[in-house]
């Protein structure tokens, strides 16, 4: 496999940042921002809010 699967999925991101509409909460915001301050131990990706829903899991195989 190519790249091709690595640019359609990076196509279907761009798309979806683009077009949609998305309402910041800025109070939200400024929570996470201060806890995570306090927790710079903490890493993102044993976190499940951060998890990719694009992830097809083979990125790290391809490089």
Known sequence: MGRGRAKAKQTKVARELKYSSH???FDALQRELSSNSSND???EESDS?????YDDGYDEYRR
């Open 49 to 53: 809010r951060y998890e990719d829903p």
């Open 23 to 25: 309402e910041t909460d």
């Open 41 to 43: 131990h903490h890493h």
